[in-house]
């Protein structure tokens, strides 16, 4: 009885080594923890380089000089003489079956795995700091807006004439073109400016935008001469100096500015009775 007892414990010794010599062994590079993560037998993912892309890739990671030779070896459970001789082949099938390949091409499928998740990762983070930077932003402005008109409005020009008007030396262009920058900052909202205008309604400023290009297009308009005053007092407080354009308006127009009326650039002829052109 005894006997039958050893016979059966030797016996399943035998088959259990048996089976284990069977089944073939998947690579476990150094580094890399136990998990689920299974290749797919008849296309791994490892797979899609042949071998003289590997080869290729292993002289340009060497040559980087960010691992030895000796570690990445340890690294991919290959040893040199298996290394040398797969290195020496030529051919896109030569040494797919060295050991160095499929270690080397796990090696590289895995890193390239890691990175692209770094830089997901990295894009995420950027992305949510971009946003935290535009709240803080908004609301820095929000904030800095009331404050900004106010300083703007408290600047005193020195060309005012005794009604309290000033020249403008700024066409509508100009003055249009400056309006939608500002709006267009974010520095504060609509309805701001046009209280720090004196009030005027949105229909006006609406109007004034809406006009076709023109010097004098909307000149009467009267978005047109408070908003002059309002970035003339800007760029006083900021400190900027004069265009080459403002200088050649106030040598052009003189003292007097602009004409604060409207000038659609037709012009009316009074010809003698009977003239035919």
């Known amino acids: 009885m005894a006997s039958t007892r050893v016979n059966a414990a030797a016996t399943a010794a035998t088959l259990s080594v048996a089976s284990t010599a069977a089944v073939p062994q998947t690579i476990q590079l150094e580094g890399e923890e136990d998990s689920e993560e299974e290749f797919d037998e008849d296309n791994p993912e490892w797979a899609k380089w042949n071998c003289n892309q590997i080869r290729s890739r292993i002289r340009k990671f060497l040559g980087t000089k960010e691992m030895t030779q000796t570690a990445f070896l340890k690294l991919i459970n290959a040893n040199s003489n298996s290394y040398y001789r797969f290195m020496n082949l030529k051919g896109p099938y030569s040494g797919n079956m060295n050991q160095t390949y499929e270690g080397a091409a796990i090696f590289f499928y895995r890193r390239e795995r890691d990175a692209k998740k770094e830089k997901e990762a990295m894009e995420k983070t950027n992305r949510k700091r971009k946003a935290t930077e535009a709240r803080e932003e908004k609301a820095k402005k929000s904030k ?72 004098g297009s909307g000149a009467a308009n009267v978005v047109y001469r408070t908003a002059y005053v309002f970035f003339e007092k800007k760029r006083v407080l900021e400190g900027k100096k004069k265009t080459k354009k403002r200088m050649d308006n106030e040598a052009k127009q003189g003292k007097d500015g602009f004409a604060l009326r409207h000038d659609n650039g037709m012009r009316w002829m009074i010809v003698p009775s009977g003239w035919n052109k």
């Open 144 to 215: 800095d807006g009331p404050e900004l008109i106010k300083r703007i409005l408290d600047v005193e020009l020195e060309d005012v004439d005794e009604d309290g008007s000033v020249p403008v030396y700024d066409d509508c262009d100009e003055i249009r073109k400056k309006i939608n920058f500002f709006l267009g900052e974010k520095v504060t909202t609509q309805a701001a400016f046009l209280r720090a205008l004196g009030g005027i309604n949105g229909n006006s400023l609406r109007t004034f935008l809406n006009m076709k290009r023109g010097a």
